[in-house]
């Protein structure tokens, strides 16, 4: 159910930073004409940090009864409180989200134990699948592979994004975990290598822009086809690259703005990407075929 491109949706958002309703149901309708093969609203791309609690409940809603299950929908419900998490983990589940994502908790930084206890705890609390995921360059926080191990043994943990761009990993973790679990890349820069090293697919930024790319990258190397869907993968690795020129989302959400897809429209702290990046990200994107 959880394989191939999975897109890491931007919160389209007016001028003002509001929620522009109207463009994230155009953006949904966008990646299902163009074979996404899931989404996960209110990841890191979706500005989950500055997205109150009844915003964060609403764009779950929206998302699950406009894509009313021609796609699967993750929700981010992650946080650095467990209490905030065990909140949001049950409130996706309410409104009838496919799976939830679950970052590690950022800036306290919990050891081995604390992060293992925190997961344990949303496991035991909300009845859905668990995604975990690994991100230490935004959380400051490394979910260690014992860790995952321990963690795969929980009946509602069923796989982990790993964002590490840590090739070995993959590898340690398929060989010590027994059960069924899921492995998704998210980094856009390595993820055809993690799926040939065992993963199933990727939640992807890159996505974004080019969904009917990364489909095709995804559905061909699941389907044996590794060739051509690394020669499509070619073609994308200038904008994988020049989606992190500046902290994601601020690259990827300029670019859907250029492309007319959203409003300008962006949350403090952050800002619109700087102009001297400007040009450079029009030309890559133009140059894909």
Same mark, same amino acid.
């Given at each position: ?49 500055? !997205? ?44 009838g989200a496919d799976a939830c994502l679950l970052v590690t908790p950022y800036y306290n930084k919990p050891n081995q134990k604390g992060l293992y206890e925190h997961y344990k705890a949303i496991n035991d609390s909300v009845d859905i699948p668990q995604i975990l995921y690994n991100v230490p360059a ?15 043994? $929980? ?33 856009? $820069? ?26 095709? !990258?995804?559905?061909?190397? $699941? ?8 020669? !499509? ?21 300029? $670019?859907?703005?250029?492309l007319g897809l959203i409003q300008k429209g962006i949350r403090l702290p952050l800002v619109e990407l700087d102009k001297k990046y400007q040009d450079d990200l029009i030309k890559i994107v133009r140059a894909i075929k």
């Amino acid at each position: 159910m959880f394989q191939g491109s999975i897109v890491a949706l931007v919160t389209p958002m007016n001028p003002d930073g509001s929620i522009d309703i109207g463009n994230f149901k155009n953006l949904l309708d966008f990646h299902i004409k163009n074979k996404t093969d899931g989404v996960v609203v209110l990841g890191t791309t979706g500005e989950c940090p500055t !997205i109150d609690f009844e915003e964060h409940t609403f764009l779950i809603k929206e998302a699950v009864a406009h894509i009313d299950r021609k796609i699967p929908v993750i929700a981010g419900t992650g946080a650095n409180s467990t209490k905030e998490a065990i909140f949001l983990t049950q409130a996706a589940k309410e409104v009838g989200a496919d799976a939830c994502l679950l970052v590690t908790p950022y800036y306290n930084k919990p050891n081995q134990k604390g992060l293992y206890e925190h997961y344990k705890a949303i496991n035991d609390s909300v009845d859905i699948p668990q995604i975990l995921y690994n991100v230490p360059a935004r959380t400051g926080c490394d979910l260690e592979n014992d860790t995952v191990i321990s963690l795969s043994k $929980l009946s509602n943990i069923i796989g982990i994004k790993d964002a590490t761009g840590e090739l070995d990993r993959i590898n340690i973790l398929k060989d010590k975990i027994q059960n069924e679990f899921i492995f998704i890349s998210g980094d856009d $820069l390595t993820f055809l290598e993690y799926m040939e090293n065992g993963g199933c697919g990727v939640i992807s930024v890159t996505a974004n822009i080019r969904p009917d790319l990364m489909h095709n !990258i995804c559905n061909n190397f $699941l389907n044996g086809n590794t060739e051509k869907s690394f020669s !499509i993968n070619e073609q994308l690795k200038s904008l994988h690259e020049a989606m992190f020129i500046e902290s994601n989302p601020i690259p990827v959400k300029w $670019l859907l703005n250029y492309l007319g897809l959203i409003q300008k429209g962006i949350r403090l702290p952050l800002v619109e990407l700087d102009k001297k990046y400007q040009d450079d990200l029009i030309k890559i994107v133009r140059a894909i075929k």
